[in-house]
């Protein structure tokens, strides 16, 4: 069973940062691409962002772009969600999934959660003054 485990979430005011971090626990990064998404109370789980298997494509939600970054360090085997300028409205459980061989990207639809069939156990980021 692959597993993925999240780490990095916490309180934040408005305006701040954090930074989440996404490893597999027994196997390699390297053919997968990771997703992470977001699901508060009361909502369906929503893509947020998207690093493919290479790192050379990447994927945001509209309500992120430009203030979130995903990145990955094969060698390192990790991959990270930079969060600056988070809103109360970013307040969720985060979550990264495992995309084998990149195929919501290639072949959609993109952010479709039914397709991934490897979860972390979720992270709680909290924005609030």
């Known amino acids: 069973q692959l597993q993925l485990v999240e780490s990095g979430g916490g309180l934040v005011q408005p305006g701040g940062s954090l930074k989440l971090s996404c490893a597999p626990s027994?196997?390699?990064?390297?053919?997968?691409?990771i997703a992470w998404f977001r699901q508060s109370p009361g909502n369906e789980r929503e893509g947020v962002a998207y690093i493919s298997s290479s790192g050379g494509r990447t994927v945001y939600a509209d309500s992120v772009k430009g203030r979130f970054t995903i990145s990955r360090d094969n060698a390192e085997n990790t991959v990270t969600l930079q969060m600056n300028t988070l809103k109360p409205e970013d307040t969720a459980v985060y979550y990264c999934?495992?995309?084998?061989?990149?195929?919501?990207?290639?072949?959609?639809?993109?952010?479709?959660?039914?397709?991934?069939?490897?979860w972390g156990q979720g992270t709680q980021v909290t924005v609030s003054s």
């Open positions: 999934a495992a995309d084998p061989s990149d195929r919501l990207l290639l072949f959609g639809p993109m952010w479709d959660a039914s397709l991934l069939h490897y």
């Open positions: 027994g196997f390699t990064l390297d053919y997968f691409a």
